[in-house]
């Protein structure tokens, strides 16, 4: 997952890459972390725009593109759902 999740978030690819169907890297992922592998993938992805937010002047489309969304609002609705913040709400909090 560190390696590519700025560029696939789809289970599908970390499953094929283990060699392992999407439900049995769900069920490990359950089993080792009481998350879904979906769940683990977007927490990443929103750990690293926070990182980015907070320690970039990048704009939020830019930060967007970086990990992978193809429109900003596509990011910032991802952001909010993962965070319960705007991206701009939460770079002015870490401000």
Avoid: W
């Amino acid at each position: 997952m560190e390696r590519s999740f700025a560029t696939t978030r789809a289970i599908e690819d970390y499953a094929a890459r283990l060699g392992y169907s999407p439900r049995t890297l769900t069920r490990a992922c359950l089993a080792a972390t009481g998350r879904s592998a979906k769940q683990l993938a977007d927490a990443r992805v929103a750990l690293q725009a926070q990182r980015l937010l907070a320690h970039t002047d990048l704009p939020v489309a830019a930060i967007g593109r970086a990990l992978g969304f193809t429109e900003a609002t596509n990011f910032g609705k991802f952001f909010a759902r993962e965070t319960g913040r705007t991206p701009g709400g939460f770079r002015r909090a870490q401000r």
